[in-house]
């Protein structure tokens, strides 16, 4: 952690606390995007902030950045991860946790060594010893599956999604063969039988994906109301539509290729296939 204002803490302020008692009145610590969304307008230093007391504390300092320890942090409640409060506790109760830091291709030597010391100064204690890697890999373990479970999802509907943009597309070219034949033999190019209906695709396409984006925005603005989420981001918004726009004209590609190779005799007569 960078200090980018204030000082750090003294070790007169360092207190301890046991979990159950009322947690005392001490200076804190924040990040510089907590300090900025409590005090736009001027400097947090000296300023007061109210945490888990009745009594406000007093900040005396600002670190640059410092992420919150919890993985709901970064999901939906993602605006808020940075927005970090470090108070001077110095935690009492039957588990402790230290952590060690190691150089480089060290970590198992550092690992036995904590562990020995620990064991030397009180032989009854139970001792778990894990690296940071594993205890990162472990905590984020159910959050990742159920992405893999939502990407999976999401991969499914819009398969589905563009088969049925062909299927649909397909139909099309078969109920208007007749039109079709009447247009090349008017003189119409293979190029302008594609673009036809490339065009009618994309005005439909264009429609669902502007009722969807409305819908959602809607929807995330009730949810900002109600129950404070995370507003939508635009740039999402926009992304998946134009995603969608293009995933349409992909889908019809073939079957818009298959009318426009129709000669006019065969798709007047309805024989062609």
Known sequence: MKLTAGRNFDASEVVDRDGETPPPVTPVI????????????????????YTETKDASTVVGVIDRLQGPFVAATGFMSSFTE????????????????????HAGRLNEALKAAQSK?????????????PMS?????????????T??????????????AFGMAGLTSYWVT????????????????VAIL?????????IASSGVLAGAVMAIAL???????????????????????AILLLSQVAILWPAMRASRVSPALAIRGSWK
Not at 85 to 100: E, K, L, M, N, Q
Not at 118 to 130: V, W
Not at 148 to 161: E, F, K, P, R, S
Request: no cysteine; aromatic share 6%; proline share 3%.
């Open 195 to 203: 673009r036809l209906f490339q065009k009618e695709n994309l005005a």
């Open 118 to 130: 620990l064991e030397a100064s009180n032989g009854s204690r139970m001792i778990s010893a894990h």
């Open 220 to 242: 995330n603005t009730w949810l900002v109301g109600r129950f404070e989420m995370v507003r939508l981001n635009p740039a999402y918004v926009i992304g998946s539509g134009i």
């Open 83 to 102: 927005n970090t409060i470090i108070a001077p506790f110095r935690p009492v109760g039957d588990t402790s946790t230290y952590v060690v830091r190691a």
């Open 148 to 161: 893999l479970i939502l990407g999976a999802i999401a991969a499914i509907l819009v398969a589905v999604t």
């Open 30 to 49: 924040i990040t510089r995007a907590l300090a900025q969304r409590l005090f736009p307008t001027g400097a947090a230093l000296g300023k007061a902030i």
């Open 134 to 146: 594993e205890v990162r890999a472990k905590a984020y373990r159910s959050n990742r599956g159920l």
């Open 175 to 190: 109920e208007r063969r007749r039109q079709i034949g009447i247009r090349r033999a008017l003189g119409a190019t293979r």
